[in-house]
């Protein structure tokens, strides 16, 4: 997505080139202390600062530097200066400490980024989704867990744009639990239960996990025959599953010393690569690892797999399951687990 977005003409009544904030500041305030007159006006116009001042503010949030926020809009160091000093002005809060030579945002302005980032990006997606689409396309926006998505969902989603050409697809990954009511996410495949409050579930596949290295770490030895001796060597660890080298250990009775020890990992494909680096053993999913256990630049490094309790799952709000969208990506991902009878 492109950082840089273009201004917008200025609306009466509220911060911008043309006028001041302290006009702005008093017009609002001469509505709330005179409710009989100005209550209706007020509920009939939405209370927001500018386009450009939001604008403006983003760039320079992100930036901490008028100048380099002025370069990126293409306006002048004073101009963004004078917008940011209106919108603080119009709502009331410092948003950036000021210095000679920096710009700090304050806790306020640190929140207030986010949350004016977040609606410029839905803002200029549903502007592109019309420019692409010519208003006759639908946008469904998916959620994925990064390895999840590159090595098993993206080199199989090319059928389902290829049946749906007129639906934009926006694929972004996440790792920490995210709510939907605070995103623009319509549909995500999730790994745990299916406890998440408000959604839709449907049970995509199992995991089975096995024990993998690079032929080097085992001197080019065949697997361990004894399980137990995997704890003389580094386990690597990932973030989101930190008891899985415990359980693995418990069932086949190694010692559980550096369990919770080695390197952590919070992207299963950054574990991929450092297991082929010969950093240590890693506990991986089998189906993210198929291609380099088949091509020899992994091996299994002992027995047993372990069969994890949790699941893959697809998951919508239960408010969008009838969004045509949501319906069909769903039909299509359910068909295709369904005839690889994928489920470990």
Not at 67 to 81: C, D, K
Not at 236 to 254: D, F, I, K, M, Y
Not at 331 to 341: C, P, R, T
């Amino acid at each position: 997505m492109s950082s840089r977005r273009g201004t917008s003409i200025e609306a009466p009544g509220v911060p911008g080139v043309d006028q001041t904030a302290a006009g702005t500041t008093q017009a609002v305030a001469a509505e709330i202390i005179a409710p009989d007159a100005g209550l209706s006006r007020l509920r009939a116009r939405r209370l927001l600062p500018s386009l450009t001042a939001l604008q403006f503010f983003d760039a320079a949030a992100r930036h901490l530097s008028f100048t380099r926020a002025a370069a990126e809009l293409s306006v002048t160091q004073s101009a963004i200066s004078r917008q940011i000093r209106q919108l603080e002005d119009y709502i009331g809060q410092q948003l950036f400490h000021r210095s000679t030579n920096r710009l700090i945002l304050t806790s306020t302005g640190a929140e207030y980024a986010t949350a004016v980032r977040r609606v410029l990006d839905q803002a200029e997606a549903a502007t592109l989704q019309l420019m692409a689409y010519d208003g006759k396309g639908a946008l469904l926006t998916l959620a994925l867990l990064p390895t999840f998505g590159s090595r098993w969902l993206v080199p199989r989603i090319g059928e389902f744009m290829a049946s749906h050409p007129t639906l934009q697809l926006n694929i972004k990954t996440y790792i920490e639990p995210f709510a939907f009511e605070t995103s623009d996410v319509d549909i995500a495949i999730h790994f745990g239960s299916d406890a998440w409050v408000g959604a839709v579930c449907h049970r995509l596949m199992g995991e089975v996990a096995v024990p993998v290295c690079a032929p080097s770490l085992l001197g080019g030895r065949k697997p361990l025959t004894d399980a137990r001796n995997i704890a003389n060597f580094p386990l690597l660890q990932h973030t989101t599953r930190p008891l899985a080298w415990l359980e693995w250990c418990s069932q086949v009775g190694a010692p559980a010393a550096n369990a919770l020890g080695g390197p952590r990992f919070d992207h299963f494909y950054m574990m991929i690569q450092a297991a082929i680096a010969g950093l240590g053993i890693a506990l991986l999913p089998r189906f993210l690892v198929n291609d380099e256990l088949a091509s020899g630049r992994l091996v299994v490094a002992a027995q047993p797999e372990l069969k994890t309790s949790s699941a893959y799952w697809l998951v919508y709000p239960e408010k969008k399951a009838q969004l045509p969208a949501v319906r069909q990506f769903r039909d299509w991902l359910l068909g295709i687990v369904s005839a690889e009878k994928t489920d470990d």
